[in-house]
């Protein structure tokens, strides 16, 4: 919400800089979200105080050499009159008028030597300087709002018309009477009562000490008395607590005076005409929304319906079907739920956030019947969203405004309207109350506000007057142990339900910035960490010490994005969001490893090398289930170069399956674990070149393999012909909840250790997994380390078999082994595997 | 036979002077000083002479041993030194050539702020607690006191689900009625790191995804000071001792009084920048007192307990530690991005 500084000391002094009272109000919870300074210090053009004056229009004469200029003679406070050349179109009706200066005309003037935008320059600064203007010499310019920084009119020249509610005087500095500062302020949901001029200068009054001016409500009523002209009846007393009506007659249409529109615009409404800006203003004054409607329209047609009896006003729920045109011209079709203000013959409009088309205020209109009510702020705020209708009554009744309110609001407009509009006010006011609206009392332990702020030493009394600054009426403060407040709120406020709501006022008033910062010194509670996040935690580290980068992937998919993984689509249920925002984030996903595919195919558009992993849930829906299991898994994707290039090293050898089983074998390692590698099927991956991994016990915790073609192609990887793609898929859960919680740590040997090579010539059938299964068992505990570095088919070896070349580490924990004990076991390998796996010394 | 030695000595001293390699020193010890060397031979043969003779030729073979073994040992250093300083000289590289890098992988920004905020605060005796991303209306709302067309509800643009009590949570606050219930009525400081969604435009500045960690803590005498405390210290262990805080009202339904942290501009030090948007002041968190709805939905009195709780983006405290300008960097996952950390 936009406030004028200007407008707001009406109601409060103000001894601050526009900056520091943006700050006080910030801390106090009206977080300021921009602040414009016009004219004064710190604006984009600073209004020189010598240079840029108030001047009154005295006389317009016609220039002799020019249609388009004529000459202004000014009063601006000097002995002499000046006279300007302008050429502003809004003077030339006062051409050839004689003296004006009866009329009490103004205008800002700036003299040679002063600052103003230039409109023909992009409104960039620009020094005024003398020179003739068609043969007579001009050194001053009357300005147009947008020459000084007020807004973007350029029509003419600025003309400020007295009247008798604001009198000026030619040669004061501008800066005295437009020199302004408009705070913008965010109005969150529980501020509602700061959504208007007085609702801010309260706080402002409680925050500073200053006191607050409340605007007169007192009207003169002089009129025929509304008394059995209009009657007002509500079938929802709940969404319509009260309505005040007024009837204002004889409203001479208009333009509102300067200040007025003045105030309007800056913050930020367009003036239009007398009525409507009376209305808007008393809105932003006091927050109370109201309706003017056209009175001799709902005459005629009460005429149809009662020709003797009154108006009659009935706020109901709309019709199944029902339809309403607004003001803006918009026909709605209206829900069951809106609130409408109708009479027998129709609706009228949509309650509490904008008026009809058919009953608003017309050029012609002299009569009008003004309407404040309260509304139910739960059902505005449907509505406003149903309707798509966001109005500045809407905002304000969205939130809550408190049925107090309402008379107010209509005393203040009738009385503006009798005032500036020339209206006449009938007699009385016709106030419907359904519902009473109980003050809300709290009691208040002072004890209770000490041990939820922190600030010991608070007494009743203190905490008394803080509440009082904000209106609040509190008594006990002298009563007993004046310990406990009975605190009742203003009429004005509706978000006070508790005590807890009056800790934050006196905090608030008593300034967040002065509580202390103090050490928790509460109990310290038992502290237990959190094992599963610490492992997962522990694979990422791994992970990236062996190279990979973490992802972190969208967990909203679709179940055709997922099918690309398989080729088939996943039949098993998906969370589904019911509003998604794209139509390519609907669903929880089930597989994290299609989340990083799609993350990886993107990235091979432009890195020939890939390598990511992420840790992540999935989120598959059992039948019948409402909620989820939410399950850790692990995915990783790699492809391309296995190296950087270098000098020795082209960088072309391309990764394949033994790199990524690398990877998985290191992070077991690095778990202190071991798991077993299996051929297997699995959509999505190469047969032939896919494993399953599981734990020694055989329970399956993952796959591991080179993509299918088939699916590196519907993700569309920029990768070359051929190249492999590479990913693994684990279960963490699993993985994590099995892991030796203390692995025992092996002693240094003490006695060396003798390494011997072995090949052996084998089935080519037989996996290199079962030879080493066999070699292991074979070789007892003294062999400690079996390394494969070679396999070979070919040439010198049989057909139908292979050649495999093994390190093999003898160590003893208990003596030096001699060559003859390595001799015996090597022996006694040899002949075990031809037993076992039919292998031959090569 | 003293004469032959004698030669022998002269004509051994002479051939080291011409041995210049290490190749050749061994050959030359080989033939003089080894064990079947031309000395050793010579100390064997004293049985052929005289034995009246004997004590000097022996002396004498023992002093051209020594001399020779001198002169070899001395003669070796500089061989060697010299071969040394030729490898030396021929083996010298370009040191400007790249070298053989190992493939580096590293972590996701989020988790690095994500680590830094959780051993912040470990170090307080604040436990990590997780919950799910997949919640009731009752954990996302109703047990932090936003009933049914609560407005406050509107803040937050929510993710529905097919069935209508089942949404993807808008905050870990989600949590917080969990861990009360589960730790009640123990003391609580827990952290609830997490996944939240926002049904919102993706743009550079808004995201349908983003992690959040919230904070609670309950005890019997837990106050606003102590919030205050506590986050200032957070403040200025995550962004520099030199930092200020700023707490300011603002408004949660779940927490009453409520507060938004601000952390002076560590960028321009609270001067104005652009980063800051020239307030100098940067927003870090929301924060209050738990609201006694909330604590009562948690199992704890309020008449009895009190807390407070505060919940903040890693991604905005990476954008700004970082200088990043642009959310969706996050989960496009691109290397050309993550590999920057």
């Not at chain 1, 800056?266 to 008393?282: E, F, H, K, T």
């Not at chain 2, 002093?63 to 060697?80: I, N, Y």
Request: charge should be negative; glycine fraction near 8%; proline fraction near 5%.
């Amino acid at each position: 919400m936009r406030v004028p500084i200007s407008w707001l000391k009406e109601y409060v002094d103000v001894d601050l800089s526009p900056t520091e009272l943006d700050s006080l109000l910030t801390n106090a919870g009206m977080e300021g979200v921009g602040l414009e300074i016009i004219g004064l210090e710190g604006a984009d053009l600073v209004w020189d105080r010598e240079l840029v004056l108030l001047a009154q229009v005295l006389k317009v004469d016609r220039h002799p050499e020019a249609d388009k200029l004529v000459l202004a003679s000014v009063d601006y406070g000097a002995d002499e009159p000046k006279t300007v050349v302008t050429g502003a179109p809004n003077l030339f009706q006062y051409l050839d008028q004689g003296d004006l200066s009866d009329r009490r005309l103004f205008s800002p003037m700036v003299l040679e030597g002063a600052t103003y935008l230039d409109p023909y320059k992009d409104l960039k600064p620009r020094k005024l300087k003398g020179k003739p203007l068609r043969g007579i010499y001009n050194d001053a310019m009357l300005c147009s709002p947008v020459e000084l920084g007020l807004g973007e009119d350029h029509d003419g020249i600025l003309l400020i018309q007295e009247d008798e509610h604001r009198a000026y005087r030619a040669g004061t500095p501008l800066q005295d009477v437009l020199g302004d500062a408009v705070l913008d302020i965010d109005v969150i949901p529980n501020i509602a009562r700061c959504a208007s001029i007085v609702g801010i200068a309260r706080e402002v009054a409680a925050l500073t000490g200053a006191e607050l001016r409340m605007p007169s409500l007192d009207v003169q009523m002089d009129g025929e008395p509304i008394a059995g002209r209009v009657e007002i009846h509500t079938e929802h007393p709940e969404l319509n607590p009260r309505f005040v009506a007024m009837v204002i007659e004889g409203v001479e249409q208009k333009p509102s005076p300067f200040w007025m529109q003045h105030r309007l615009r800056l913050a930020g409404q367009r003036p239009i005409n007398v009525v409507v800006d009376i209305s808007n203003y008393v809105l932003l004054e006091l927050g109370q929304p109201n309706h003017t409607f056209d009175y001799d329209f709902l005459r005629a047609r009460a005429d149809q319906y009662a020709p003797d009896g009154p108006i009659r006003l009935i706020t109901r729920l709309a019709h199944e079907g029902e339809t309403l045109t607004t003001l803006d011209g918009v026909e709605h079709e209206l829900r069951t739920n809106n609130i409408l203000v109708t009479d027998p013959e129709g609706n009228l409009s949509v309650g509490g956030i904008m008026g009809g088309h058919d009953s608003e205020i017309r050029p012609e209109t002299t009569n009008v019947l003004l309407e404040a009510a309260a509304w139910n702020f739960i059902n505005i705020r449907r509505t406003q969203r149903q309707l798509a209708m966001h109005t500045e009554a809407g905002f304000r009744f969205s939130r809550g405004v408190h049925p107090a309110q309402a008379e107010r609001g209509a005393r203040r407009v009738a009385e503006l309207l009798r005032v500036l509009a020339g209206g006449t006010v009938a007699e009385g006011i016709v106030d419907y109350r359904p519902l009473e609206i109980e003050p809300v009392v709290v009691e208040l332990e002072v004890s209770y506000v000490r041990r939820l702020s922190g600030l010991t030493d608070l007494d009743g009394a203190q905490v008394a007057d803080l509440l009082r600054r904000l209106e609040f009426e509190v008594e006990g403060e002298n009563a007993g142990d004046g310990e406990t407040l009975r605190v009742t709120a203003p009429d004005h406020r509706i978000d006070i339900e508790g005590p807890h709501d009056l800790v934050e006022e006196v905090c608030r008033i008593y300034g967040y910035h002065r509580i202390p910062m103090t050490v928790l010194a509460d109990s310290l509670p038992p502290q237990r960490g959190n094992p599963s996040l610490e492992a997962e935690e522990n694979v990422k580290d791994i992970l990236v010490e062996l190279g990979l980068h973490e992802a972190i992937t969208y967990r909203l998919t679709t179940p055709e994005a997922e099918a690309r993984l398989s080729g088939e689509p996943d039949e098993s249920p998906y969370v589904r969001l019911a509003n998604p925002s794209t139509q390519d984030r609907a669903v929880m996903r089930h597989s994290l490893l299609a989340s990083v595919l799609e993350v990886a195919a993107g990235n091979s558009r432009f890195r020939r090398r890939l390598a990511l992993f992420e840790v992540g849930n999935i989120f598959p829906l059992a039948e019948g289930k409402d909620r989820p299991e939410e399950l850790a898994k692990l995915a990783m994707v790699v492809a391309g170069p296995r190296d950087h290039a270098h000098w020795q090293n082209d960088g072309e050898s391309m990764m394949d399956f033994f790199d990524l089983k690398g990877v998985v074998e290191c992070l077991a390692e690095g778990l202190q674990t071991e798991w077993v590698f299996e051929p297997t099927e699995q959509a999505g991956f190469r047969p032939g070149k896919t494993a399953r991994i599981s734990l020694a016990d055989g329970t399956a915790v993952g796959v591991l393999g080179e993509l299918h073609p088939l699916t590196v192609e519907r993700y569309e990887f920029r990768v070359e012909k051929d190249q492999p793609v590479l990913a693994a898929e684990l279960d963490l859960d699993l993985i994590l909840g099995r892991l030796d919680a203390t692995p025992s740590v092996d002693p240094v040997p003490v006695y060396p250790a003798i390494r011997e090579d072995l090949a052996l010539v084998v089935d080519a059938g037989l996996s290199a997994g079962q030879v080493r299964d066999a070699l292991r068992e074979a070789g007892g505990p003294l062999l400690v380390k079996v390394e494969l570095f070679d396999v070979y088919q070919g040439e010198h070896v049989e057909a139908g078999k292979k050649s495999l070349a093994y390190h093999l580490t003898f160590q003893s924990r208990s003596k030096t082994l001699k060559d003859k004990d390595v001799e015996k076991q090597r022996r006694r390998i040899l002949a075990q595997l031809e037993k076992t796996v039919g292998a031959t010394l090569r | 036979m003293i004469e032959t030695l004698e030669s022998m000595y002269q004509e051994a001293k002479d051939r080291l002077d011409a041995a210049d390699s290490t190749e050749a020193l061994e050959d030359w010890f080989r033939a003089h000083l080894g064990r079947k060397g031309e000395i050793q031979l010579m100390s064997r043969k004293m049985g052929e002479i005289e034995p009246a003779d004997r004590p000097l030729f022996g002396r004498r073979v023992n002093e051209v041993k020594q001399s020779l073994q001198g002169a070899f040992d001395l003669r070796s250093a500089d061989v060697k030194q010299r071969e040394m300083n030729a490898s030396i000289a021929r083996d010298a590289l370009d040191v400007t050539l790249p070298g053989r890098r190992p493939q580096r992988g590293g972590l996701h920004p989020s988790t690095r702020v994500m680590r830094d905020i959780y051993r912040i605060f470990g170090d307080m005796g604040f436990q990590i607690y997780r919950s799910s991303d997949v919640v009731t209306d009752q954990e996302n709302f109703e047990w932090l006191n936003m009933p049914p067309e609560h407005p406050a509800r509107d803040m937050q643009d929510t993710f529905y689900t097919t069935d209508e009590n089942v949404l993807l949570r808008t905050h870990t606050s989600a949590g917080q009625v969990l861990a009360m219930r589960e730790y009640h009525p123990e003391p609580i400081r827990v952290i609830l790191p997490g996944m939240c969604y926002r049904n919102e435009q993706i743009t550079a500045r808004s995201e349908i995804q983003f992690h959040q960690i919230e904070g609670l803590a309950v005890g019997h005498h837990i106050t606003f000071a102590d919030l205050k405390g506590t986050l200032t210290e957070f403040a200025k262990r995550l962004f520099g001792e030199n930092r200020q805080t700023r707490f300011r009202a603002s408004y949660f339904p779940f927490t009453e009084p409520s507060a938004e942290m601000d952390v002076s501009c560590f960028q321009c030090d609270a001067k104005g920048c652009r980063l800051c948007k020239y307030t100098g002041w940067l927003e870090i968190l929301g924060c209050g007192m738990v609201h006694p709805v909330v604590l009562e939905y948690g199992g704890y009195d309020p008449n009895e307990y009190s807390g407070f709780a505060f919940g903040m983006g890693p991604e905005r405290i990476a954008m700004l530690k970082y200088g990043i300008d642009d959310i969706r960097y996050f989960w496009s996952s691109d290397l050309r991005f993550l590999e920057q950390f």
